[in-house]
Structure formats: structure tokens, C-alpha cells
């Protein structure tokens, strides 16, 4: 598990750099589908368009999205429950 904002445990990071909504959305994807039932992903995204496309995803999908949270100009972060 790696701790995030000392608040957060995550069982899965995944650092998806410069990756676009299609292949950004598509790892998740795969990486969630490896998981188990109430386990836990920290996204690390640079694409602006995550900000609207992650949580639409989360949606559709039937997954919490726990919280996100800005770093900086680019970054953002996604914490995501797979229920």
C-alpha cells in the first residue's frame, strides 16, 4: 500500500504521465480490472482533459471516486474504489 496525503492508502499506483483520454482511460481500465472488490488506485494524470474524463469514467463504470486533488498547474490526482 503506498499512504497519499497521509490520509489516503492505495493499493495501486498508477503514473500515467502525458497519456490522452483514450489511452489515459484505457490502462485505468486494465489496472482496475486487476483488483479486487473495495481495493483502492492512486491515477497520477498531466492530460487537462482527465479533470472531466475520470470522473465520467468512474461514473459509467460504478466506481467511487474518493477524492482528487491538484498539484500544481498540470498535475492531478485520482483516487478511485473499485466497488
Same mark, same amino acid.
Given at each position: 500500500?503506498?499512504?497519499?496525503?497521509?490520509?489516503?492508502?492505495?493499493?495501486?499506483? /498508477? *503514473?500515467?504521465? %502525458? !497519456?490522452?483520454?483514450?489511452?489515459?482511460?484505457?490502462? =485505468?481500465? &486494465?489496472? =482496475?480490472?486487476?483488483? #479486487?472488490?473495495?481495493?483502492?488506485?492512486? =491515477?497520477? #494524470? /498531466?492530460? &487537462?482533459? !482527465?479533470?472531466? *474524463?475520470? %470522473? !465520467?469514467?468512474?461514473?459509467?463504470?460504478? /466506481?467511487?471516486? &474518493?477524492? =482528487?486533488?491538484?498539484?500544481?498547474? &498540470?498535475?492531478?490526482?485520482?483516487?478511485?474504489?473499485?466497488?
Amino acid at each position: 500500500m503506498i499512504k497519499i496525503n497521509n490520509t489516503r492508502n492505495c493499493d495501486v499506483v /498508477y *503514473d500515467a504521465g %502525458p !497519456a490522452g483520454c483514450g489511452e489515459l482511460i484505457m490502462n =485505468v481500465f &486494465l489496472k =482496475v480490472k486487476k483488483m #479486487s472488490k473495495g481495493e483502492t488506485i492512486h =491515477v497520477i #494524470s /498531466y492530460d &487537462l482533459g !482527465a479533470k472531466e *474524463d475520470i %470522473p !465520467a469514467w468512474c461514473r459509467m463504470q460504478g /466506481y467511487t471516486l &474518493l477524492d =482528487v486533488y491538484e498539484e500544481g498547474l &498540470l498535475m492531478t490526482h485520482f483516487i478511485i474504489q473499485k466497488n
